[in-house]
């Protein structure tokens, strides 16, 4: 079974600081992806990343970055210096090899506070 | 280049009436997925189609519930009659055409149903 853990239901920050955002999987594939959606107040799930399983290389987008660990079955979101448009609830999902649809984690609530 | 859309944003309803939820995938996306998150969990695959063929609908929840895609575009997904239970956000998302399994999804906006 597969399954995605985000152990941070709300995280509040103070606008500059840095923030990591924790997930951990579980999976029995071989492959797979893992993905960060951001779901601002408007609604919408704005895409922010894709990882494969075999690509370990963290990547850094600007303010944000990704931790991809294999041996701890984690993939950690750090946003640096935040900032007030950052707040929103972030998911964590896994997409098996085998498997069109999504695992979702149940999200966590960042607060940036001016 | 337009993104997935949805209509409508709310619906408020009474037990036992029937909602119709839309959802217009980006134009060129053979892949269209419905999920659905339930107050206070997680969000959950319902079904997949690959352009009006059903590829997968193993997370619908019972028989109330029935999607449609007729000739390849937009989607409908109808509950009827509609619970308690059935309240949450459905989100609807496409795919590129193509069997890459891991092939990004572009997610709407979602609607938001009370059932009352």
């Known amino acids: 079974a597969q399954k995605v853990t985000q152990a941070q239901t709300e995280i509040s920050v103070v606008e500059k600081e840095d923030v990591t955002l924790d997930c951990v999987y579980e999976t029995r594939d071989t492959t797979y992806y893992l993905f960060w959606y951001k779901q601002p107040p408007s609604g919408e799930l704005v895409f922010l990343i894709r990882r494969n399983s075999f690509d370990e290389q963290n990547e850094i987008s600007g303010r944000y970055s990704w931790n991809f660990q294999k041996s701890t079955s984690s993939f950690n979101f750090t946003i640096t210096a935040s900032q007030v448009v950052d707040s929103a609830v972030y998911f964590c999902?896994?997409?098996?090899?085998?498997?069109?649809?999504?695992?979702f984690g149940p999200g966590t609530r960042l607060s940036v506070l001016p | 280049e337009a993104g997935v859309t949805q209509f409508p944003s709310h619906s408020v309803i009474e037990k036992g009436q029937t909602v119709t939820l839309r959802c217009d995938p980006i134009s060129g996306h053979d892949n269209l997925y419905w999920y659905r998150r339930v107050m206070g969990k997680e969000i959950k695959f319902l079904l997949h189609?690959?352009?009006?063929?059903?590829?997968?609908e193993s997370g619908m929840p019972n028989n109330r519930f029935l999607a449609e895609r007729t000739g390849g575009t937009y989607s409908t997904l109808k509950v009827q009659p509609a619970e308690l239970e059935d309240s949450g956000v459905y989100f609807c998302?496409?795919?590129?055409?193509?069997?890459?399994?891991?092939?990004?999804?572009?997610f709407g906006p979602g609607t938001r149903l009370l059932v009352l």
């Open positions: 189609f690959v352009k009006e063929s059903k590829q997968d």
């Open positions: 999902a896994l997409k098996g090899n085998y498997g069109q649809n999504f695992v």
């Open positions: 998302a496409s795919s590129q055409e193509g069997p890459r399994v891991e092939e990004t999804q572009y």
